[in-house]
């Protein structure tokens, strides 16, 4: 069975403070972890995919990175704007596999 | 417009009722999910549907049901509802090869009184 177990459950960081996010995750063959913001009140929104260890991504503050077991999502200089729930997700082997969800990380970012 | 669309956006109702939650996309997608979100237990499947003729069950789909009217639309189903099925309900979309993740809707936050 897939899991997905997000650290810390919430975050408090000052403007400008830079901060990572981790995604610790068990599969039996990854095809894909998803990165994903979601505001209060909203449904999630897509930030990035990641396909094999090493790979990484960037948007605007935010960095994406995979190993084998986990992902980070880094936040450089974040700005109160940022905060929000982060999700992670991953998707198993084959074509028909759905995504597994963590329970999320809420970062608030202080003016 | 939105690329996905629920309805209603807030519902109470009273334990035993039945009550069905819409959703419409507009991704031309032929995958369609519905979860429910709870505080502290993050978002979990309850049915999922490939195409028009596919529908499939998730982790948690005992007491909900679902109909696929259309590759557009995507409905789900309390039947007799009850107080422990109060949640955020959010419809999704992908496509085959998922490459941008799900779209979420905006959801459907449902109380059972």
């Known amino acids: 069975e897939d899991q997905v177990t997000q650290s810390p459950e919430a975050l408090r960081l000052q403007e400008g403070e830079s901060s990572s996010l981790n995604c610790s995750y068990t599969v039996s063959g990854l095809r894909g972890l998803f990165w994903y913001r979601q505001d209060p009140g909203k449904g999630p929104e897509f930030l990035f995919t990641l396909y094999s260890a090493g790979e990484e991504k960037e948007k605007e503050r935010l960095k994406a990175t995979l190993t084998k077991k986990e992902s980070f999502l880094h936040i450089t200089a974040p700005k109160p704007e940022d905060s929000a729930t982060y999700l992670c997700a991953v998707q198993g082997p084959g074509a028909n596999s759905k995504l597994t969800f963590g329970k999320g990380i809420t970062l608030s970012v202080r003016p | 417009d939105a690329d996905v669309t629920q309805t209603p956006r807030n519902r109470i109702t009273k334990t035993g009722k039945r009550i069905m939650l819409e959703c419409s996309q507009t991704k031309g997608h032929d995958r369609m999910y519905w979860y429910r979100q709870d505080p502290g237990l993050g978002l979990r499947l309850i049915y999922y549907?490939?195409?028009?003729?596919?529908?499939n069950k998730g982790e948690i789909s005992d007491g909900y049901s679902v109909s696929r009217q259309a590759q557009a639309k995507f409905s789900l189903s309390l039947e007799s509802a009850i107080p422990n099925q109060t949640a955020l309900y959010f419809c999704?979309?992908?496509?085959?090869?998922?490459?941008?993740?799900?779209?979420f809707g905006s959801g459907t936050r449902l109380t059972v009184v």
């Open positions: 549907s490939f195409d028009v003729k596919d529908i």
């Open positions: 999704a979309t992908s496509d085959e090869f998922e490459t941008s993740g799900y779209t």
